[in-house]
């Protein structure tokens, strides 16, 4: 069971118009629309440049992220540094930034903008987009199958008042929302199963700007959202699973039709280095 969702090349963000259409024929992947964070041109998964360092903010080209990088350089940390609550976060809203950009979108009165003289778009879209952001409830998977995004399922996505982060954050939000313009915020909380439960949450927030839409009488229902995820969510579980089959599948019958006469190849032993300890949560944002 799937849902068709209007086309978003039209309106807030692109996305494909039926859940089949997030894995491409040809090489079995997650295969997703997402837009440059410079010009908002919309750039497929495929082609697009991640910023080399936080590895979160994408670009359609090198020229795009040259021209962001005053205002993504002073945000913008080494990957390295990053939580794995932050990597997972990262990796799920890659796949589904569209879907929630348009659901806040739809959430904060989009199609109102019909009515609004152009002159005053901006600074009114700048004013809303500032008051809320959606909270995205993320759950830890325990032996997820491969790809980062798996390593979290969808539990809800909530619409909440800016205030509900910290002030400074607040701020930072608040001015990079008017820099992009037309821009969202997402913030995501990863929850692992614990007791009690968490009673501190922690938020990681994305700025996203979109293509302004050029119709803005869509609809997109909580019921509608929440299943669109979660069916994308085991679609792309069940593709990882099946190339890990597959790839396994084929190294069995490279193995098994090796001469027996013919000597294995040593492993190479080598020294693991030491983990480096997690570090403690500090507020991340894109």
């Known amino acids: 069971m799937s849902f068709s969702f209007p086309s978003f090349n039209t309106t807030v963000v692109a996305l494909p118009p039926s859940l089949p259409g997030l ?24 082609v697009a440049k991640k910023c080399g360092s936080c590895q979160v903010r994408s670009y359609c080209s090198v020229s795009c992220q040259t021209r962001d990088w005053p ?35 739809e959430r904060l009165g989009i199609r109102f903008f019909a009515n609004i003289p152009a002159e005053e778009i901006r600074s009114a879209w700048i004013l809303v987009s500032q008051s809320h952001f959606l909270h995205i409830t993320l759950k830890a998977v325990a032996n997820p199958p491969p790809g980062r995004h798996n390593r979290a399922t969808f539990i809800s996505a909530q619409v909440r008042p800016m205030g509900t982060l910290p002030s400074m954050r607040v701020s930072v939000v608040n ?80 193995t098994s039709q090796v001469p027996a006469s013919r000597p294995r190849p040593r492993r190479q032993s080598c020294k693991e280095s030491q983990a480096a300890s997690p570090m403690p949560w500090s507020w991340s944002w894109a």
């Open 175 to 254: 001015a990079r929302l008017a820099e992009r313009y037309p821009a969202i915020c997402l913030g995501y909380s990863l929850i692992y199963d614990t007791d009690p439960p968490p009673r501190l949450v922690y938020i990681t927030t994305i700025t996203h700007p979109f293509p302004w839409p050029d119709r803005l009488d869509f609809s997109i229902s909580e019921a509608k959202l929440v299943t669109f995820v979660r069916e994308t969510q085991t679609t792309l579980a069940n593709t990882s699973q099946s190339d890990v089959s597959a790839t396994q599948s084929d190294v069995a019958a490279s």
């Open 71 to 105: 205002v993504h350089s002073p945000f913008c940390l080494d990957c390295s540094t990053n939580s794995e609550a932050d990597n997972i976060s990262s990796a799920f809203d890659r796949i589904f930034q569209g879907v929630f950009g348009a659901f806040l979108a």
């Open 23 to 46: 894995i491409d024929p040809d090489h079995s992947v997650p295969f997703v629309q997402i837009s440059c964070g410079f010009c908002s041109h919309i750039v497929s998964s495929a």
